[in-house]
């Protein structure tokens, strides 16, 4: 499947989709160190999101969250790409400075990006390419 969106950063990834049907506030959410969802309660708790397509609504909660997303990328624990239907100031932040590939506003319902299938994720071009 081929999607067009729209570019919110620049940069190109390749990983395995996580879907969140909720919002992501990544301050208290997400392991900085280890890249594990900590949120309890959260439909993503327990996972890693590091090096995967990670598909979710919006960002929700502080503007330190910008700062997490940062400090997963020079862990080396952030997201490959991030994918939203509409990316907030904070993830838009976090995204830019963690050199995050980010595109929202899909011509199809997130839902439509699936759970471990492969995805290519161009924000040069706003792009998405699912395999598999």
């Known amino acids: 499947m081929k999607v067009k969106g729209r570019g919110v950063t620049e940069g190109e990834a390749e990983g395995e989709v996580l879907f969140s049907s909720e919002p992501i506030g990544f301050y208290g959410a997400v392991d900085i160190d280890t890249g594990k969802f900590i949120e309890e309660g959260h439909e993503l708790e327990g996972e890693n999101i590091a090096g995967k397509v990670l598909v979710f609504p919006r960002g929700k909660g502080s503007t330190v969250g910008s700062y997490v ?3 997963l990328a020079k862990n080396g624990k952030a997201p490959a790409a991030i994918v939203n239907e509409e990316t907030e100031t904070i993830v838009a932040t976090g995204c830019i400075l963690g050199e995050i590939p980010c595109v929202d506003n899909l011509e199809v319902p997130l839902g ?21």
């Open 112 to 132: 439509e990006l699936v759970d471990g299938k492969k995805a290519f994720v161009s924000a040069d071009d706003g792009k998405i390419e699912t395999k598999g």
């Open 69 to 71: 997303l940062y400090g």
